[in-house]
């Protein structure tokens, strides 16, 4: 079964002792850094219900934790990078960037980082930095910093009423659903998993057949347990009697979600056929999380679109006057691309 859940930013700041732009960090040492990482093979789950996907990086000696942070980690010339400069240079960096700089890349990155810094130094040695378009990417990169910076001030400011989050709650009341459940699967010939050493190929009507005989078997008073780790071709989850955990929408395919998230606490389904054949379904738990306990989570989603009309309003009340025959004409609906410029940093 596939998994079908639907495929930040980080302020930045200048410091006393190394004043690195996170613009060119971004742009020079992370792209340089990564480029030395190996993917690995996506790992597969264990049996058809669920499958995820998960890339490996090589593997780094861990920071230790009892450094003293004012301790010299690096030494530039004549830059020297204790342990805290280093926690606050990839504390600015872009969120998804962190784990790797602080973790198993944190040599690539720091290599990275000093062939950034001496180039940037030799740049300032020839006076690189005096030439008109490089100080014009300078100013836009500084203008991008700050816009980030503000778009960012913007959500962490923002009040979320509680109205809104009501709303939100009721309108999205299924995002925060979740069952817990196990199955016996009766795999059908050609279902996407292979078939397990020994078990004949069933058609589609042989496998409804034997799956019926098996919901029989269960509903009459058979441990569901037991059955599954003798009966089911899910082979993952059979060692544990079927049990798939616990699991939310978008998580399964569909003909299995929206049985399984159909049922109450203790029923067993009719078979449900899916790509990988036909699955007794038994409910273990069916829960909602209350509001209370979802409340920061909603808040968190509502702010940015909170900044986002902050934004608006700015753009709203600021003059503006493009030129047609230059930029073209302006979108012809409200929302269309282009109708309100941000920095690319501000509409991810």
Not at 255 to 268: L, N, V, Y
């Amino acid at each position: 079964m596939r998994v079908l859940a639907p495929g930040n930013k980080a302020r930045t700041r200048y410091y006393s002792r190394v004043k690195f732009s996170t613009a060119l960090v971004a742009s020079f040492v992370i792209p340089a850094a990564f480029a030395q990482t190996t993917s690995m093979p996506v790992a597969p789950a264990s049996g058809p219900a669920r499958t995820s996907a998960a890339a490996s990086t090589p593997a780094g000696a861990a920071a230790p934790s009892s450094m003293d942070p004012n301790h010299v980690v690096l030494t530039i010339g004549e830059i020297k990078l204790t342990a805290a400069d280093y926690d606050r240079l990839v504390a600015a960096l872009p969120q998804q960037y962190q784990a790797y700089a602080k973790g198993p890349g944190r040599r690539a990155f720091a290599e990275n980082l000093v062939q950034m810094k001496l180039l940037s130094k030799e740049a300032l040695k020839e006076n690189l930095d005096k030439q008109p378009q490089v100080q014009d990417q300078l100013e836009f990169q500084r203008e991008d910093l700050l816009a980030r910076t503000m778009f960012m001030h913007y959500q962490d400011t923002a009040k979320v009423d509680d109205a809104a989050v009501q709303q939100y709650y009721q309108s999205h009341v299924k995002e925060f659903e979740s069952v817990k459940a196990s199955h016996i699967l009766i795999r059908v010939k050609g279902a996407p998993m292979p078939a397990a050493p020994g078990k004949a190929e069933l058609t589609d009507e042989e496998a409804l057949a034997k799956a019926q005989a098996i919901r029989k078997r269960v509903a009459g008073g058979e441990d569901f347990a037991t059955v599954a780790k003798a009966e089911s071709d899910d082979t993952g989850s059979a060692q544990n009697g079927g049990s798939l955990g616990e699991f939310h929408r978008g998580q399964m395919v569909p003909p299995f979600e929206q049985a399984a998230f159909s049922m109450k606490p203790g029923d067993i389904s009719e078979p449900v056929k899916t790509p990988f054949g036909y699955h007794i379904i038994k409910v273990e738990a069916h829960t909602t999380r209350p509001l209370a306990e979802v409340k920061a989570d909603i808040e968190k989603k509502l702010r940015p679109e909170i900044a986002r009309k902050q934004l608006e309003a700015l753009r709203s009340s600021t003059p503006v006057q493009f030129d047609d025959a230059y930029f073209g004409p302006a979108p012809a609906t409200p929302g269309a691309p282009g109708a309100i410029a941000t920095s690319p940093a501000l509409s991810k």
